[in-house]
């Protein structure tokens, strides 16, 4: 995650009146409004079956290679695994590469991984998420690990191994509208954030270093219709409110997207809530690159550890600690939300 530390809770404010409560028989009081909402939301799933077991089994894959951290071996192992598999789901690869400074000075290669789906159709949908590891468990309830890397199963993986698991089933299926391709986008850079123990002070500007590059460095001309950012979307217990920023960005996105969920029958994961206000890899997309760009990504709005969940930049973020009923839940709205398009 990029600094989630710095997180601005969202503010949620009930208040419920009831007065003269009477019922009149054969009268419709429901405004247009909300009727439009409730038919744009009733249970119609639409494409292929999102395979859960498939994306667990990518994010096994990557998690084998080790924590993915950036200038390691099991970093450009897991990278080359990463393109290989979206070359053999149909898609057209590249790799954007460049040295990047993190916030001690470190150069950092990085390798943003771009892979199209349907690269002839003019109507373009993003979709993308980060691959790195967090190089330090600075979250972690004990300080002994606080300098240890992060296997990163859903700080990471989960994220690509859905849009992995999707890349499949558009290769599979062959009947999304063929007016409209997908770019898949897998931020390198992202977790280099000032760690919490560095006695620096950190401005932000240290987190999502590949998207900012990718977001400064884009194809002239490529204005895809919108993005949606894939950020811990397989760790127990996870539900994805609506993020701040991509309701200042893209409101009409987020509508979408969560519409989506309840029409695929997964409304429950996407509750109608505020969450905070994040810096992630959607910030440099909408402000740099001008793409309407939501985050998706998980919200604890109970957890005493962190809103991001238990494991969040802590050695427990592994693969006993995902849910693939959760990956079924994102990549299946995800699905939705790319065959309703027109």
């Not at 240890?148 to 698991?165: I, R, T, Y």
């Not at 989506?260 to 509750?271: C, D, E, V």
Request: proline share 5%; charged share 25%.
């Amino acid at each position: 995650m990029t600094k989630k530390m710095k997180i601005i809770l969202g503010l949620v404010v009930a208040a419920g009146v009831v007065a003269g409560a009477i019922s009149y028989k054969n009268v419709n009081t429901t405004s247009p409004e909300i009727q439009e909402v409730e038919e744009a939301e009733k249970l119609n799933p639409v494409g292929p079956a999102f395979n859960a077991d498939s994306a667990l089994a990518y994010c096994a894959a990557q998690c084998d290679f080790g924590p993915r951290v950036m200038n390691s071996e099991a970093h450009d192992k897991c990278g080359e695994w990463i393109v290989s598999k979206f070359k053999q789901f149909g898609c057209e690869v590249e790799t954007q590469k460049a040295d990047l400074k993190g916030y001690d000075g470190t150069i950092l290669k990085n390798t943003n991984i771009i892979a199209h789906y349907n690269p002839k159709a003019e109507t373009r949908i993003l979709l993308c998420a980060h691959w790195d590891s967090r190089p330090w468990a600075d979250n972690d309830p004990d300080s002994t690990n606080w300098r240890k890397p992060v296997m990163a199963a859903n700080d990471g993986a989960s994220g690509v191994a859905v849009m992995l698991e999707i890349a499949r089933q558009l290769q599979a299926d062959k009947k999304l509208n063929p007016n409209i391709g997908v770019d898949f986008v897998c931020f390198d850079t992202e977790d280099w954030g000032t760690p919490q123990w560095a006695d620096v002070q950190d401005d932000g500007d240290t987190w999502a270093l590949g998207a900012q590059y990718w977001s400064e460095n884009k194809p002239e001309g490529y204005n895809p219709r919108f993005g949606i950012l894939l950020d811990m979307v397989g760790g127990q217990g996870a539900k994805f409110y609506r993020e701040g920023m991509s309701m200042q960005y893209a409101g009409g996105i987020v509508k979408k997207v969560w519409a989506a969920a309840r029409q695929a029958g997964f409304g429950s994961y996407f509750p109608k809530s505020d969450g905070g206000m994040i810096t992630d890899d959607h910030i440099p997309v909408n402000e740099k690159a001008k793409i309407p760009t939501v985050d998706v990504i998980a919200y604890y709005p109970d957890c005493q550890q962190s809103s991001f969940g238990p494991t969040w930049h802590t050695v427990s973020d592994d693969m006993d600690h995902l849910d693939k009923n959760v990956l079924k839940a994102v990549g299946q709205t995800m699905i939705q939300v790319l065959y309703t398009e027109e």
